[in-house]
């Protein structure tokens, strides 16, 4: 790298042969609607096929420690209550669209690898209500077994049966998500509005089977709202310990968190940290189209040689430091991972492509930029030179023939996380999402590996 730092770029001959479950379209970084946990800009989490929203538009279809020195190449069943605590902890994202094009469904989830699913999205009304946001996909859709009268279908009663068969397993429903966020300022404004919205969403919580509710609000735009979003909390948080009271239960509340600076700073982090269980800390889309040059998608530390100011201070530890700065005790804090990675084309620059400019996106597996790491892992590292950034912590792959770029996450980068999380007493590890992986959940089973009893 630059000389200044001492630093030199290596490239990495070996990879590891995996067999993908192969895909041919794409998602977004936090993939179920997320965006750059920085600018806001949308990720390749966002809904693309049928029975979801379309990102652009916004409309809506149904279908019914490093070295920092060197860097080297109506029947519902309800299961209830949080198992673990501490870093035993694995939250993972299934996605509503999951099941078109990706033909990727709850019962591949491998249940044994994780504590807790967060199902995205519910949508939000604009009269503040918590609604289905995909019909066909949540409760309509027959899978064999199921009674084609049953009012109950979908992946939703999927997941009662996957609980079923892991009493362990706990599901949450996420609300929002970067697509359906829109609501949540003005209905969060006023006490009215906040007690509609936290009834609705725990009325559909126990109707649907379950665990908890997981808020996605994306993102909260000034200090005023992020008070708003505290006090959304604390009357989900009611609204869930009275729920608790009448079912015997124990109802999970969490959020999912920026992790940029600009965003995290309009947040009330003791506030919220009173009411939730935990904070899944979205520690990803740290890179993307709207950067100047390339840099990492989710360094773990953020590299001293990147020479863009502007990117100091997007990295996993720096975005943990502040929050338990803030006061959030470590084991309420989940970090957040990615299972994809994002392209860039014309990156001819830089050092062997990394901190070059660059002409747009490159390919993904279902859009543009987004690459799942099951088609990096079958497709890309097998072909191209892969590099590791020894303070950083984390991969990235370039092409010189092509141009091309490619930042993510492997088995050997979700290791360095692993034992990040258990250093720091942070709370677990959480990924967007279950697709992205490979068959054989070469990165999930290094999270259930190091974290899971």
């Known amino acids: 790298m630059s000389e200044a730092t001492g630093t030199t770029a290596t490239a990495d001959a070996s990879t590891a042969a995996t067999d993908p479950a192969t895909g041919t379209e794409a998602t977004t970084a936090p993939t179920g609607g997320a965006t750059d946990s920085e600018t806001g800009a949308p990720t390749a989490s966002t809904p693309t096929e049928p029975g979801t929203s379309d990102p ?4 809506f279809t149904t279908t019914t420690g490093p070295d920092p020195d060197t860097t080297t190449s109506d029947d519902t069943t309800s299961t209830t ?5 501490g870093s035993g902890r694995i939250v993972g994202y299934f996605t509503a669209w999951a099941v078109y094009d990706r033909d990727y469904h709850v019962s591949e989830i491998p249940a044994d690898k994780l504590t807790h699913v967060n199902y995205a999205f519910a949508n939000l009304s604009p009269a503040g209500e918590c609604v289905l946001g995909d019909s066909y996909a949540d409760i309509e859709k027959a899978y064999d077994g199921d009674d084609p009268g049953a009012p109950l279908k979908g992946s939703f009663n999927q997941l009662q049966k996957l609980k079923q068969q892991h009493d362990h397993l706990r599901t949450l429903i996420s609300v929002g ?3 359906w966020s829109t609501n949540f300022a003005p209905n969060s404004a006023t006490e ?4 509609k919205l936290a009834a609705s969403c725990v009325k559909f919580m126990r109707d649907y089977g379950f665990d908890g509710v997981d808020i996605d609000w994306e993102f909260p735009a000034s200090p005023q709202e992020g008070q708003n979003y505290s006090a959304l909390l604390a009357a989900l948080r009611a609204e869930l310990d009275a729920a608790e009271a009448e079912d015997g239960a124990e109802y999970l509340l969490t959020i999912a968190a920026p992790a940029g600076p600009g965003n995290l700073a309009n947040l009330d982090l003791p506030g919220i940290a009173a009411s939730v269980d935990w904070i899944n800390l979205m520690a990803y889309d740290f890179a993307g189209p709207w950067m100047g040059t390339t840099t990492f998608n989710a360094a773990l530390y953020s590299p001293a040689d990147d020479p863009d100011p502007n990117n100091a201070g997007l990295s996993d530890d720096a975005a943990v430091t502040a ?3 803030a006061g959030v005790p470590p084991d309420q804090l989940v970090l957040g991972v990615p299972f994809y990675g994002r392209s860039f084309a014309g990156a001819g620059g830089g050092q062997d492509g990394l901190y070059s400019n660059f002409s747009g996106p490159g390919p993904g597996t279902w859009e543009p930029g987004i690459v799942d790491y099951h088609d990096i892992a079958a497709n890309y590292e097998p072909e191209i030179e892969r590099f590791w950034h020894d303070e950083a912590q984390v991969p990235w792959l370039y092409d010189a023939a092509d141009d091309l770029f490619i930042t993510y996450d492997d088995p050997q980068s979700m290791q360095a996380k692993a034992e990040y999380i258990a250093d720091k007493g942070l709370g677990g590890a959480m990924f967007w999402e279950l697709a992205g992986d490979t068959q054989d959940s070469a990165l999930l089973t290094v ?7």
């Open 447 to 453: 999270l259930a590996d190091a974290l899971l009893p």
């Open 177 to 179: 998500g970067y697509t």
């Open 192 to 195: 009215q509005g906040r007690a």
């Open 81 to 85: 209550g949080d198992p673990v605590r």
């Open 56 to 59: 652009t538009t916004g409309t």
């Open 323 to 325: 929050i338990l700065a």
